[in-house]
């Protein structure tokens, strides 16, 4: 590449909260994720997109330790994620992640869902654990929910309170692993709309999503992944304008 076309992203402002330096992982002879440099500034919002088994969730998981890494590292706020124990959960803690399925507990009400981690993992007092879970709950618009079970409640309502249970663990950094995929059509904007206001907000995010209206409107930096590896990265209008690599091309025109 010459200096002409390299990406225009902001260069790192020396502000980096998520860090990623050569990073490998390999799925037995599957070489997932291929040598991923990606440094997210606080405040940042980047949306990664690319066709399915690129990696991607790979990605996530690997960011909140979900999924080990075979080399390279990861840092949060400057510390290197560790292997494992206390110091893991810790800063596991520090990551926030949103899944494509809300996995709340169905036996606990809206409410307890979203206090449980503060309690259990935060050492917070249940009172004030309740005030911020349901300050929480209102700001994703569900706090008249709060009472009910999961059931009860539309696959829409139950992805924002998942995104409310993340937030109740006050992380640094939010994920999201395709949170709208597996809504309804009519709920997949209430749940972006919560994520825009979060962006707004000055929240840092890695947003896996092939939401082109999200990613226009919240996002500063769009990345593309293909075969484990980081093709591009460019500003949402330049992306979605004028993809460079012919992967990126081939998959915009599949998908929008
Ligand atoms: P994406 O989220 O972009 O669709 P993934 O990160 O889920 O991609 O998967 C990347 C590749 O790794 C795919 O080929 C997938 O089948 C494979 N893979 C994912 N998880 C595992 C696993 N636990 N064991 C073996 N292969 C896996
Ligand atoms: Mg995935």
Known sequence: MTSEQQPTVPASSGNTLVSLKNVNKHFGELHVLR?????????????????????KSTLCRAINRLETI??????????????EGKALAKLRADVG???????????????????????????????????????????????????????????????RVAIARALAMQPKVMLFDEPTSALDPEMINEVLDAMVA????????????????????AADRVIFMADGQIMEQATPEEFFTNPKSDRAKDFLGKIL
């Open 35 to 55: 040598d991923i440099n990606l440094e997210v500034s606080r405040g940042e919002v980047v949306v990664v997109i690319g066709p399915s088994g690129s990696g």
């Open 97 to 159: 992640m949103v899944f494509q399925s809300f996995n709340l507990f169905a036996h606990k009400s809206i409410l307890e869902n979203v206090t449980l981690g503060p309690v259990k993992v935060r050492g917070m007092k249940s009172g004030e654990a309740k005030d911020l879970a349901m300050s929480l709950l209102k700001r994703v618009g569900v706090d008249n929910q709060a009472q009910k079970l999961p059931a009860q409640l539309s696959g829409g309502q139950q992805q």
């Open 198 to 217: 979060l962006a707004k907000d000055g929240m840092t995010m890695i947003v896996v999503t092939h939401e082109m209206g999200f990613a226009r409107k």
């Open 70 to 83: 075979d080399d390279g590292e990861i840092t949060i706020d400057g510390k290197v994620l560790p292997a």
